[in-house]
């Protein structure tokens, strides 16, 4: 069982920052993929930014410039440096992270509970 534990979203205005970090825990054997999906209202989830273990990231078109992914891996935890904030930002963020229970297991998906950002103009 792996839990994620999200934290730093909140209310932000528009040119300005936050920062969510997301930190799992449990059984792990190792980490591949940690990610930052959000769901803005009426609208499916999509892929914000990941980081794979060989430290490739990938970013959304409309973050790329403005938003950061780090990982700290020794902690196991994920961060997501937001700047530039824009009102279309608003959204709930969701951490993601691909993980191995053991060195036979096969890698399982897990998501946090969900954090909620929101950019007033």
């Known amino acids: 069982q792996v839990q994620l534990v999200e934290s730093g979203g909140g209310l932000g205005q528009a040119g300005g920052s936050l920062r969510l970090s997301c930190a799992a825990s449990?059984?792990?054997?190792?980490?591949?993929?940690m990610g930052w999906y959000g769901q803005a209202p009426g609208k499916q989830r999509d892929l914000v930014a990941v980081?794979?273990?060989?430290?490739?990231?990938n970013y959304a078109n409309s973050v790329k410039g403005r938003f950061t992914i780090s990982r700290d891996n020794a902690k196991n935890t994920v961060y997501l440096q937001m700047n530039s904030l824009k009102p279309e930002d608003t959204a709930v963020y969701y951490c993601?992270?691909?993980?191995?229970?053991?060195?036979?297991?096969?890698?399982?998906?897990?998501w946090g509970q969900g954090t909620q950002v929101t950019v007033s103009s």
């Open positions: 980081s794979t273990t060989d430290d490739n990231t």
């Open positions: 449990g059984i792990i054997f190792s980490i591949n993929t």
């Open positions: 993601q992270a691909d993980s191995r229970a053991s060195a036979w297991a096969l890698p399982r998906t897990h």
